[in-house]
C-alpha cells in the first residue's frame, strides 16, 4: 500500500533483467496519474485523478529503450459511480492493493527509438536477439 504503481514495476522489471514481457495489473489506488499524447503539439498532457479508484484493467510491455528495460502501460480506473477514467500510465498513481503479473517472454528484443512521424519512442525494426 503508498507505492507508485509505475515506478514499481519499473523497478522489478530493470532488477530482474527483464528485456521483453507483457505486464497485467488489477486493484485499486488511492489516487492515479496517466498521461494522454497530444498528437498535434506530440506532448504529453499529464492527468492527475485524485481520489480512490479501481484499476479495471492496467496493461503493457517492456521493451528495450538505451538498452534498459523500459514499460509501457496503460490503465482504466473507475470510481465509486462506476465513471471510466484512464491513460497512459504515468509516475504518481498510488497503491492501495493490486495484483501483478510480469510474463517474461523470449525471443528479440524490442527496442525503442524516436520516431519523427509521431514525436514518440517507438520499437525500432531492427531491434536484435537477446
Ligand atoms: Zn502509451
Same mark, same amino acid.
Given at each position: 500500500?503508498?507505492?507508485?504503481?509505475?515506478?514499481?514495476?519499473?523497478?522489478?522489471?530493470?532488477?530482474?533483467?527483464? #528485456? $521483453?514481457?507483457?505486464?497485467? &495489473?488489477?486493484?485499486?489506488?488511492?489516487? &492515479?496519474?496517466?498521461?494522454?499524447?497530444?498528437? +498535434? +503539439?506530440?506532448?504529453?498532457?499529464?492527468?492527475? @485523478?485524485?481520489?480512490?479508484?479501481? $484499476? =479495471?484493467?492496467?496493461?503493457?510491455?517492456?521493451? =528495450? #529503450?538505451?538498452?534498459?528495460?523500459?514499460?509501457?502501460?496503460?490503465?482504466? @480506473? &473507475?470510481?465509486?459511480?462506476?465513471?471510466?477514467?484512464?491513460?497512459? =500510465?504515468?509516475?504518481?498513481?498510488? /497503491? @492501495? &492493493?493490486?495484483?501483478?503479473?510480469?510474463?517474461?517472454?523470449?525471443?528479440?528484443? =524490442?527496442?525503442?527509438?524516436?520516431?519523427?512521424?509521431?514525436?514518440?519512442?517507438?520499437?525500432?525494426?531492427?531491434?536484435?536477439? /537477446?
Amino acid at each position: 500500500m503508498g507505492s507508485d504503481l509505475y515506478e514499481s514495476i519499473s523497478k522489478i522489471c530493470t532488477e530482474e533483467e527483464i #528485456k $521483453i514481457g507483457k505486464v497485467t &495489473a488489477l486493484g485499486a489506488v488511492t489516487q &492515479a496519474a496517466v498521461a494522454y499524447y497530444d498528437q +498535434k +503539439k506530440k506532448v504529453y498532457k499529464p492527468i492527475t @485523478f485524485k481520489k480512490h479508484l479501481e $484499476i =479495471l484493467n492496467c496493461s503493457g510491455n517492456v521493451s =528495450l #529503450k538505451d538498452g534498459k528495460p523500459f514499460v509501457h502501460m496503460h490503465a482504466t @480506473f &473507475a470510481d465509486g459511480r462506476g465513471n471510466v477514467f484512464g491513460g497512459h =500510465l504515468t509516475s504518481g498513481t498510488l /497503491v @492501495f &492493493a493490486c495484483e501483478l503479473t510480469i510474463e517474461e517472454l523470449e525471443g528479440r528484443a =524490442l527496442d525503442r527509438k524516436p520516431d519523427e512521424i509521431t514525436g514518440l519512442n517507438l520499437w525500432d525494426k531492427t531491434s536484435v536477439l /537477446v
